[in-house]
């Protein structure tokens, strides 16, 4: 079948790191996105990944392993305001326009 | 400047009422989006579609039709509410092509209540 798994919950404290993981099976693979999404609010686009590897963007680094079904998004320097659901949403080739499969989403939470 | 905007913001309508839900998008993308979040879920796609005039079934189409008569307009339409559709409705657009059609831009949301 196809799904896209993040654990529920992860906190961390102010200054340190964060990885938030992701497994996926889905019907072939296109992409996979990272979004970040506020309390009461909008999820926002952090970064795409295609191929093997980490791809590093600063304070959001994002890694991914296409032959074990996994990602992760690691967050670095921690603030407080960084405390918030993060998405990780995989987009298969099983239709000709392919479909975004979200995960249920990782709420962070940033500790003093 | 939001870029995709839907209306209305919340919603109360009563079992067994229609209810349309609208989004408008200004990002001249192909693509649009119509996603249920439900408390502790992830978003589920309902509707989307890639071209005016024409729509396609998501995951979970039942119970709900959808509507591009523009490429900048998407209605979602619940022709019978339901309790179970109580949920927060989230709009979205993208390009087409590439990594472009991995980077969803989505409105701030309806809250839709079904009483």
């Known amino acids: 079948g196809q799904g896209v798994e993040q654990p529920d919950n992860l906190m961390s404290v102010e200054g340190t790191f964060a990885r938030v993981n992701c497994t996926y099976s889905?019907?072939?693979?296109?992409?996979l996105s990272w979004y970040q999404q506020r309390e009461g609010h909008a999820p926002v686009f952090l970064s795409y990944?295609?191929?093997?590897g980490l791809k590093d963007s600063g304070h959001f680094s994002t890694f991914l392993s296409r032959s074990n079904g996994y990602s992760y998004l690691l967050l670095t320097e921690l603030q407080i305001k960084d405390s918030a659901s993060y998405l990780c949403?995989?987009?298969?080739?099983?239709?000709?326009?392919?479909?975004?499969?979200f995960g249920a989403g990782t709420q962070l939470i940033v500790i003093p | 400047e939001a870029a995709v905007t839907q209306s209305p913001r919340s919603k109360v309508a009563v079992t067994g009422g229609k209810v349309t839900l609208s989004c408008h998008q200004t990002n001249n993308h192909d693509y649009m989006y119509w996603y249920r979040q439900d408390t502790g879920h992830g978003l589920r796609l309902i509707h989307y579609?890639?071209?005016?005039?024409?729509?396609e079934k998501g995951d979970i189409p039942d119970g709900y039709k959808a509507s591009r008569p523009s490429q900048e307009n998407f209605s979602l339409i619940l022709e019978l509410a339901s309790l179970s559709q109580t949920a927060v409705y989230f709009c979205a657009s993208s390009d087409l092509t590439g990594a472009s059609q991995n980077t969803l831009y989505f409105g701030a949301g309806t809250r839709l209540s079904v009483l």
């Open positions: 889905t019907s072939g693979f296109n992409g």
């Open positions: 990944v295609v191929l093997d």
């Open positions: 949403a995989v987009r298969d080739r099983g239709s000709a326009l392919g479909r975004l499969h």
């Open positions: 579609s890639y071209v005016a005039d024409s729509t």
